[in-house]
């Protein structure tokens, strides 16, 4: 069975705060694709990163940065010194091979406050 | 930077009718994907397509539902006889092709759907 959980249902931070959305998935498979994407208050979904399972780098993009580890079936989703822009609804999303379809984890409803 | 469109953005409508949500996928892409957000629940997966054809459904995509790519450049998902529970968000997706940095599905502004 495939699954994405987020266990966090909503943070609030105050600006300028680091702040970490969790991620854990569960496949079977060996090869799978993980994404996230950022839905603001507007609702549309803005793709933000996407990793394949044979490639734990991780990646900083900015203020954002992604931790892969297989051995915990985590792909966590860090934002440094986080602004108010950042309020939105993210998403965790797992892809195995031999599936077209994403599943997505229930979503992380981050507040940052000025 | 190419995007998904999609039509009309809020979309009203009475218990037992149809409806039609539009959806453009960017130009050079071949798979296209329907997906739903109940108000403040997950997204959830309802149908892949590609090649003409449905290669992938979900529970929820019954013989209510329908998709058709009537023309090179539209991809559209009937609901033929709509329920109060299928109000919700309803997002169109599509990519390139699978594997490397292709893979990736984006997705339209999307259509809510409000059934009265």
């Known amino acids: 069975a495939q699954k994405v959980t987020q266990a966090q249902t909503e943070i609030s931070v105050v600006e300028k705060e680091d702040v970490t959305l969790d991620c854990v998935y569960e496949?079977?498979?060996?090869?799978?694709?993980l994404f996230w994407y950022k839905q603001p208050p507007s609702g549309e979904l803005v793709f933000l990163i996407r990793?394949?399972?044979?490639?734990?780098q991780n990646e900083i993009s900015g203020r954002y940065s992604w931790n892969f580890q297989k051995s915990t079936s985590s792909f966590n989703f860090t934002i440094t010194a986080s602004q108010v822009v950042d309020s939105a609804v993210y998403f965790c999303?797992?892809?195995?091979?031999?599936?077209?379809?994403?599943?997505f984890g229930t979503g992380t409803r981050l507040k940052v406050l000025a | 930077e190419p995007e998904v469109t999609q039509t009309p953005s809020h979309q009203v409508t009475q218990m037992g009718q149809e409806v039609i949500l539009r959806c453009v996928p960017i130009s050079n892409h071949l798979y296209f994907y329907w997906y739903r957000q109940i108000l403040g629940q997950k997204v959830e997966f309802l149908v892949s397509?590609?090649?003409?054809?449905?290669?992938?459904k979900s529970e929820i995509f019954d013989d209510q539902f329908s998709v058709e790519r009537p023309d090179g450049s539209n991809f559209t998902l009937k609901i033929r006889s709509t329920k109060l529970e299928d109000s919700a968000m309803y997002f169109c997706a599509s990519r390139f092709s699978s594997g490397g940095h292709t893979d990736t599905q984006y997705f339209g502004p999307g259509t809510r759907l409000t059934v009265l």
């Open positions: 496949t079977r498979d060996t090869t799978y694709y």
């Open positions: 999303a797992l892809r195995s091979s031999g599936t077209y379809k994403y599943i």
């Open positions: 990793r394949n399972s044979f490639d734990e």
């Open positions: 397509f590609y090649n003409n054809e449905i290669s992938e």
